[in-house]
């Protein structure tokens, strides 16, 4: 499907949504389209590595998007948007259960270009008066641990700990996701597919299309790519993976479609105004013609 024999790069987490999306092209099961040469890494290594234009294809945060978009484009297939599926402020079992408690604390996030942390800026805005202490950045797995040894007042959370942070004794603060489809009535942005503008309009075209026939594929015989998925995901049980690709693999994986861009659009429209991210162009953010 691609229009090049030349194998592209790629870099995205070794998270259960991700693995299983990409299973089929990365085994060579898309037919007519070249296997790409795959890196795993957390969403913070991503986001910085489409910042310094490293590969070719990468898994980024919506919330990254402002800073890439004029070198990479923005694929409408692949990526991770959904409801109920929001990151969560979690905190410790003697912590308050006000929000605005947070003021002045300590709170651990996955990544400051995160969607996640732009998602938490915009509710600590109106729910923790007087604003919040130091922001610590770390990978998302040292994130409860953290919490729940005291290192960090409150953390920020994404992917499975939604349904494994009660092993760590912990609580649900707030979920960003609730709040923001609250707010909107909109999905929740949260994981973006982009690939360099350079590719040209027809490659790019030929990869949407290959990404998202590797996502059928996934959807259409999920037992093939179990052992890809389980051998990348971190010490996590079956079950939860399962939940995992449930909850992020979903419609607007397949096409972003209608509301998935007013989504994207509302997140980013939201972040500029409130000067958080640099503000975007509605033709950046369209698909290459």
Known sequence: MTSSSRALSIAF???????????????????????????????????????????????????????????????????????????????GPDA???????????????????????LFRLWAAEAVPGGLGDIVVMPFHEIMPAVRDGKVDAGLVIHEARFTYQNYGLRCLADMGEAWESATGLPIPLGAIIARRALGAERLAALTDTIRASVRAAWAEPALSRDYV???????????????????????TEDLGEAGYAAIRALLTRAAAAGLTPPVSDDLLAFPA
């Open 13 to 91: 987490s070794p998270c259960p949504n991700d693995t299983f999306v990409f299973h089929a092209w990365a085994s060579g099961l898309v037919a007519g389209a070249v296997p790409p040469e795959v890196t795993f890494a957390d969403i913070d290594v991503t986001n910085g590595q489409a910042e310094r234009g490293e590969l070719d294809i990468l898994k980024i945060s919506y919330a990254q998007l402002p800073w890439v978009l004029d070198e990479y484009a923005l694929l409408p297939t692949g990526g991770a948007l959904g409801r109920g599926c929001g990151p969560l402020v979690l905190v």
């Open 230 to 252: 389980m051998s990348h995901a971190q010490e996590m049980d079956p079950s939860v993976a399962d939940r995992h690709i449930a909850l992020y693999v979903n419609e607007f």
């Open 96 to 118: 308050s259960p006000e929000p605005a408690a947070l003021r002045g604390r300590t709170v651990a996030v996955p990544s400051e270009r995160s969607t996640a942390y732009l």
